[in-house]
Structures are given as structure tokens and as C-alpha cells.
């Protein structure tokens, strides 16, 4: 039975939109942007960060990037190449004398690339008309996503409404013009949304509603990706790791479950990777000088560089020699030679050691946070928790009465206080039911930890601690656990150590 004739992006997908119908062999690629023309004249122009990030300029920074470039550099150093010979170290300053000679020939004396035509005074552009908007125009650029989250902020275009606006505006254009789908026709056409697997629900109740109401499917099915890419590669038990542009996620999935306790979220991807590799190549003597992070331009240029040039080859050795194009509007296509040695290995390595980045004070790592409720909703997660902990409490108290009533009840009653210092032992990990459900997910906001992390949230002499004290030294530690910047392969290593759960704490 065919549910799907038209589907929809992934939520988490900052840079790339990919639509199209169920029957289509690949969907359509459009750049996941959209440039809004000014409502007046003469107000400041507005562009989302692309590359650029929060946490880069603070003092520290310059030192923990240098520190993790070490420990990159001796993990590279310390594995042999394929035919069994130790690569020999090759210094930035050995390619920066060559590259700093080079001067850029000249292929053309027009690159044949144009700014986007705004002559009619469009009130949106999207797609790649939105990159190629000249700066002197007045429109604001806007990237709907970052880091699998809608994109709200404080700046311009940043409230949830004005993000749902932009989501619902490019959406709505790639359906018209790529797919020649009507708007007017949608009511005849069902949809998928796939979520993150840590995913913000009130987000995706505005998705589905603006879906719904303001783009007129007649029918949506909302679904986690990491059981979704299970499914369409044949599996039904896997360790799913999506590596983004700006984000990698770990989750497990078992006979088509994702496990809750077993999702984590990074805060970094393939941006970050092009920014260290930007950042190698200026330390090498970059050619192209003029190259900012500012310029959405030269980011694309950037990007290209690091789909080429960057990979994880064992047996790169030694400096090589490459070249490259730079093509932009009003300005001649220009060929540049470069030089580079291990700056190909170290970006790319950066994601098994995040320090690389030189991202200070930030969130690194995400757990599945327990629903803030809704008002609107008066059986939301919230009741339903303090009902089910009402239950559990009957349920003990009854069962508690019924071993001290045995003959040898004194050994019922030790068996049961251990059963119930193991279902405490268990709450940080699990999903919050129990007599500190309701109090730990309506204030502080559940969420799960490995084995490991769960056995320093509560020893075996802690059950007359105050559950306060106990959620207060819980909520410490997962924020300490959460600042710190987990490596790729040791983020998956958590998340497997973490299948350990009960199915029941799958959510």
C-alpha cells in the first residue's frame, strides 16, 4: 500500500533540501536558504553565519585547537601505510614556502557567473538565486535550520514564527517549480517528516501544523530517521550515525525501535570540518588570500575544497601538488596551484577529536531531554507521568504489604528494599517513571545515561538522600557530561554501552 505520494525534507538537514515523490529514483537537491527582500529602504542587512559558529573567539580557543591539531598529528604519525612504512612528518611551513609564491593565471577574463537578477524586485528568492544575490541588494539571508533545530535566535527573521514563514515559503516553491505540484492540489497528497531522534516536540507540533493547516496535505506520518534508515537499508537492529553539516548523531535501533537511552546528539559536522580545514590551509600559505568566512561565496568555495581534497587515505604521504578554480560575478575565473601535506588527514580527523575546533563554552553533546509540556494539552507527558507515579506507588505499597505478611517475611522485606534500590539505581537512565518521575521530568527534564554515568548519579548508600539533593547532584553531573566534546568514535561507543535498557525505556 503506497502512503507516501509526495515526500517531504528531514528536519535535520541544515544546508540541503531534498524532495520529491515517493516514485522519483533520486529527490530534487535544492540549497536550503531563502534571501527576503527589505520592507523599506535603507535597513542593515542581515545574513545567518554559515560557517561561523558561537564559542570560536574566545581566548582559550587558539590553544585547544593547537592542542587537539597534537593529538591529530600523533595519531597520524603512530599508524603505518598499507605496504607497512611509518609516514614521515610534513610541516605547515614546508608547503607555506611554496604556496606563498604562487600567484593565481588567469583562465578567462569573465568567470560567465552572474549575480541573480532582482531587477523585478522579487519579495523572496530561494535555493541558489538566494546565494547569488548581490550583497549590494537589499534582502536578508536566512538558513531555517542549524544543528537539526529550528533556527531561532534573537536577530532578524529569528522568532518561531518568522522560521516557520521561511520553512512554509521554500517548501512551497520547490513543490510548485521542481516537482509541478499545485499548492490548490496538495489536499490530494500525504507526506513523510522524518525527525531527528532528539528532536524538540513543540517544534515539531508548529511543523506539522503549518504542514497540515497552512499547506493543505490531506494526511502527514512523522517518524525518527534513524528507524526510517534502518528500514530502507533492510535492517531492523542497528547503530545508525548520521554525520551532517552541522551536527552527527548516534542512535540504536532494535527490531525497528529507536532506543531512547541510547541517542546522542554532537554539535558538530562537516562545518566545522571545512572551517579547520580552511583554518590548515591558511597555516600552508592559502593562495586565494582574499577568502573570508564571511563571504557565503568563498564558503562555497570551501566546501568544494574539503569534498575534494579532504580523506582519510592511510597512505597519503609527503606534500602534493593540486590546483583549483575560483569563479565569481564581476570577476575573472582564476586558476590557483597549491601545495599541501598531512592539512588533508588533520580537518577530517577533527571529528574523532573535536577539540580541533576551538569551540569554548558551548553545549558539545545532547541526551534526550523529557517533554517541557503543553498547555494546551491537559493529558501531556506532565499528567501522565504524575498519574503512572501514583500507580507505581500503590503498586509497592500493596506489594510491600503483601511480603511483610509472608511467613519469613523479614527476608521478603531485604529482597524487596534491593529491588527498590535497583529501580532507583536505574532512574537516571531510564525513563523517569517511578516515584520521582513526575518531580524530575515536569522540573528538571529527564533524560538517560549509560551504565557508567548512571552509577555515579547514585551510590549504594543513597536511598535516604532527599530526591532534591539527589536531582540536584544528577542535573550537575549531566551538565558537566553534556559541556564536554565527545569524540565520534567514543560518542558511539556510549551509545551502544547504553542498549543495555529494558524495552520499556525505549520512547
Request: glycine share 10%.
Amino acid at each position: 500500500m503506497q502512503l507516501v505520494p509526495t515526500t517531504l525534507p528531514k528536519l535535520p538537514n541544515p544546508g540541503t533540501l531534498r524532495i520529491g515523490r515517493a516514485t522519483d529514483t533520486l529527490p530534487v537537491t535544492v540549497p536550503h536558504v531563502i534571501a527576503r527582500r527589505h520592507r523599506q529602504g535603507g535597513q542593515p542587512k542581515y545574513e545567518d553565519a554559515w560557517l561561523l559558529r558561537d564559542g570560536l573567539n574566545k581566548a582559550e580557543s587558539s590553544e585547544q585547537r593547537q592542542n587537539g591539531l597534537k593529538m591529530v598529528d600523533q595519531a597520524i604519525w603512530s599508524k603505518k601505510m598499507s605496504n607497512g612504512v611509518r609516514r614521515t612528518p610534513v610541516s605547515a611551513e614546508q608547503a607555506r614556502a611554496y604556496n606563498c609564491q604562487i600567484r593565481p593565471a588567469v583562465l578567462d577574463s569573465s568567470s560567465r557567473v552572474k549575480w541573480t537578477n532582482t531587477s523585478h524586485q522579487p519579495n523572496y528568492l530561494v535555493g541558489d538565486e538566494a546565494l547569488y544575490v548581490n550583497p549590494s541588494d537589499c534582502y536578508n539571508s536566512h538558513w531555517p535550520i542549524v544543528r537539526g533545530q529550528l533556527n531561532v535566535h534573537s536577530g532578524s527573521g529569528g522568532s518561531l514564527t518568522a522560521v516557520l514563514a521561511d520553512l512554509e515559503t521554500i517548501w512551497s516553491y520547490v513543490i510548485q517549480k521542481h516537482l509541478e505540484i499545485p499548492l490548490k492540489e496538495l489536499k490530494y497528497y500525504r507526506c513523510i517528516l522524518l525527525v531527528p531522534d532528539i528532536y524538540n516536540r513543540q517544534h515539531v507540533k508548529e511543523i506539522v501544523n503549518m504542514l497540515l493547516h497552512n499547506m493543505g496535505f490531506s494526511a502527514i506520518i512523522v517518524h525518527q530517521e534513524s528507524v526510517c534508515a534502518t528500514f530502507g537499508s533492510g535492517l531492523s537492529s542497528a547503530c545508525v550515525v548520521d554525520v551532517g553539516d552541522q551536527k552527527a548523531s548516534i542512535c540504536c535501533v532494535e527490531d525497528g525501535v529507536s532506543h531512547r537511552n541510547s541517542r546522542l546528539c554532537l554539535s558538530y559536522g562537516g562545518s566545522d570540518v571545512t572551517r579547520t580545514f580552511f583554518w590548515l590551509l591558511q597555516r600552508a600559505g592559502f593562495p586565494y588570500r582574499d577568502c573570508q568566512l564571511t563571504n557565503r561565496l568563498d564558503c562555497q568555495l570551501l566546501q568544494h575544497l574539503k569534498e575534494t581534497l579532504c580523506h582519510l587515505d592511510q597512505d597519503i604521504s609527503g606534500l602534493q601538488d593540486h590546483e583549483f578554480q575560483t569563479r565569481f560575478p564581476e570577476a575573472p575565473a582564476l586558476l590557483y596551484q597549491i601545495r599541501l601535506g598531512d592539512e588533508k588527514l588533520q580537518a577530517p580527523m577533527g571529528l574523532f577529536y573535536p577539540s580541533t575546533f576551538g569551540i569554548v563554552g558551548q553545549k558539545m553533546t545532547s541526551l534526550q531531554h523529557r517533554s517541557q509540556g503543553n498547555s494546551e494539552d491537559p493529558h501531556d507527558e506532565h499528567y501522565l507521568l504524575a498519574t503512572q507515579s501514583k500507580g507505581d506507588q500503590s503498586s509497592k505499597s500493596a506489594a510491600e504489604r503483601k511480603a511483610v505478611s509472608r511467613p519469613g517475611g523479614g527476608l521478603d522485606g531485604e529482597m524487596g528494599c534491593q529491588g527498590r534500590m535497583g529501580e532507583m539505581s536505574d532512574m537516571p537512565r531510564g525513563c523517569g517513571s517511578g516515584s520521582g518521575g513526575a518531580v524530575g521530568g515536569g522540573m528538571l527534564g529527564e533524560m538517560e545515561l549509560g551504565p557508567a554515568q548512571g552509577e555515579c548519579l547514585m551510590g549504594s548508600g543513597e536511598v535516604e538522600e532527599p530526591l532534591s539533593t539527589h536531582l540536584s547532584r544528577k542535573t550537575a553531573i549531566i551538565s558537566q557530561f553534556e559541556s564536554k566534546a565527545l569524540g565520534l568514535d567514543k560518542a558511539i561507543l556510549h551509545s551502544i554501552d547504553c542498549c543495555g535498557k529494558k524495552v520499556q525505556d525505549i520512547k
